[in-house]
Each structure stands twice: as structure tokens, then as C-alpha cells.
């Protein structure tokens, strides 16, 4: 027996109408509402600032983000069926090239959730006159977003750590064959070097050898190694990026930019903090001296072994 249509019934029905009103309103002014957006969303999350190309892609990533949830409200799309728009998911694959961190392009769909909900709950007041109708919508349009948010933040985080890992992976590489090419004295175009190392050639380095207890090559053992080497380069009064080769198994070289003067850095405060360095990540270093230009990467290379028995840091006893 079909019970008898109740006041909560019409309510629910109005409010739905109202929400796919919502929709029609969203997408008639979809490129006022992307810019509007866009550009609260560059001016909240300051990791998106970087890169006037990013803005653009982030234009499009929003502006295809809400062009797909008026489809969702409009059509009743169910949650298992959702999936990002192309143009969201090629926007994380540039933000993971481009180094910004997952944790921006979460926050910008949080924040875009929150000015979309404010935005709509303003048009529900002024077009809807029965509070319990505008209630009702607003609460049916509050699930549809988080919903949405839910299921597409999770799948373009999914495709930004993915892009990460393959970006890094290839970067290593290149950098690792270019690293090889350089100590063997290999005739190299100096800019594809540059480019390929992210890392100036044209002066004077620090060259180092860094060498653990454990010479096999693993994540945890090179974290220690980047970490020591960026206190040398701090100590050395380097304003540069530091350049970290691959272990060898004999160790993990490094190169550290000094400048074009010629002022030598203070070893004794090298030493204090490798010393230092050493003891937290247990790994040991060996400064050598240094050489000039590209030609300097292979010098630095043969003769820094000579210094290993040279003043150094010795982490603790294992």
C-alpha cells in the first residue's frame, strides 16, 4: 500500500529543484565563478603563486572541476561513477614536475569547497523563499560537494604521486648518466650540463666524498647524505644548491658551488658541524680541496679517496 505524499516529501522535491536551479545558475556563470576562484584560491595557497603557466592551468583545473559538478547536481551522478576531469589531473602532474607539494593542491580544493559553499548558500537565500526548502537544499548541495571533493581530491593526489615518483625517477637518471659523463672527462655541452643537473658549472666547488657503515645504496642512507652535505655547503658559506651524485658503492660524492672568488671557506667550521651532522645520521664525510669549472667535477672525483684518513667526522659506534 503506497503511503500518502507528506509535507517532508514536497520539501525534499522543492529543494531538489532548487539545487538543479543552482546548477543551471552555476553554469551560466561558470567563467565568472572560475575566475573569481581562481584567483582566491592563488591568493589563499601561495605554493600555486610560483608559475604564471601553473595560474593558467589552474584556471582550467577549476573551471572544468565546476563544470563537472553542475553535472553532478544536475543529473544525480552517483559517487562510484565519479572521476576527476582530465584537465584536474593534468594540472597535479604539472604541480608534481613542478615540485609543489601535494599538500597545496589539498588545500585548494578544501578552500574551494568552502567559497563554492558560501557562494551557493547566498543564492539559496535570496531565491528561495521557504527556509525549510532553503535548508533542505543547502544540505543536499553540502553532501554533493563533499562528496565530490572526496572522491576527485583523492583520485588527482593519486595522479600527482604517481607523476612525482615517475618525474623523480627520471630526473635521477639523467642526472646519474650526465654525473658519469663529467667524471669521465666526456666532452659535454656546458648548458644541457646545467640543465641536466640543475646545478651551475662555471666556478669554483667544494668537491666531497660522503661514505656510512653501510655501503649499499638505499633511500635512508642517501637522506643522510643529503643532509650532511647541505651542512658542509652551509658551513662553507655556499649559497648554492649542493649537487649529489649516486652511491658508488665506495661512497656518495658531492659537489658544493663556492663562487668565483677566491676565499677559502673555514674548515674548522666545516668540522664542527660534520662532526655534528655525523653523529645524528651516523655516516661519515671527507672534504677535499677545490677545483674550477666542469673540468673540476672529475679532479675533485679522483682525489677526495686521498682524504680519507684527512680530519673527519665519525659517527657513532655501531
Known amino acids: 500500500m503506497t503511503r500518502p505524499p507528506t509535507a517532508a516529501d514536497g520539501t525534499a522535491r522543492l529543494a531538489e529543484a532548487r539545487v538543479v536551479a543552482l546548477a543551471e545558475y552555476l553554469r551560466a556563470h561558470l567563467p565568472e565563478l572560475t575566475a573569481r576562484l581562481q584567483a582566491e584560491l592563488a591568493a589563499k595557497v601561495t605554493d600555486l603563486q610560483s608559475d604564471p603557466r601553473l595560474l593558467e592551468l589552474l584556471y582550467g583545473s577549476t573551471e572544468s572541476n565546476l563544470e563537472t559538478l553542475t553535472e553532478v547536481m544536475r543529473y544525480g551522478i552517483p559517487e562510484e561513477d565519479l572521476t ?132 649499499r645504496t638505499s633511500t635512508r642512507e642517501l637522506h643522510h647524505c643529503e643532509a650532511l652535505l647541505a651542512e658542509v655547503a652551509t658551513a662553507a658559506g655556499s649559497r648554492g644548491q649542493p649537487l649529489l651524485g649516486r652511491n658508488d658503492g665506495a661512497g656518495s660524492w658531492g659537489w658544493i658551488p663556492l663562487g668565483h672568488g677566491g676565499e677559502l671557506p673555514d674548515l674548522a667550521e666545516i668540522q664542527r658541524r660534520v662532526t655534528a651532522a655525523a653523529r645524528a645520521c651516523a655516516s661519515r664525510s671527507a672534504r677535499r680541496r677545490r677545483a674550477p669549472k666542469a673540468s673540476g667535477c672529475p679532479t675533485s672525483k679522483r682525489s677526495a679517496p686521498a682524504a680519507w684518513p684527512w680530519p673527519r667526522a665519525t659517527g657513532p659506534a655501531r
Open 84 to 215: 576527476a576531469p582530465s584537465a584536474a589531473e593534468e594540472y597535479a602532474r604539472r604541480l608534481a614536475r613542478h615540485g609543489t607539494s601535494s599538500t597545496a593542491l589539498i588545500r585548494a580544493y578544501r578552500l574551494a569547497q568552502e567559497y563554492v559553499l558560501d557562494w551557493a548558500f547566498d543564492w539559496i537565500a535570496a531565491e528561495e523563499p521557504d527556509p525549510a526548502v532553503a535548508h533542505a537544499a543547502g544540505r543536499t548541495f553540502t553532501r554533493i560537494t563533499f562528496r565530490y571533493i572526496d572522491r576527485v581530491s583523492e583520485r588527482v593526489v593519486h595522479v600527482y604521486e604517481a607523476e612525482r615518483e615517475r618525474y623523480l625517477a627520471n630526473r635521477g637518471t639523467v642526472r646519474a648518466a650526465m654525473i658519469t659523463s663529467l667524471l669521465a672527462g666526456e666532452p659535454v655541452k656546458p648548458a644541457a650540463a646545467e640543465a641536466a643537473l640543475g646545478y651551475a658549472l662555471g666556478r669554483r666547488h667544494l668537491g666531497v666524498v660522503i661514505w656510512g657503515g653501510d655501503r
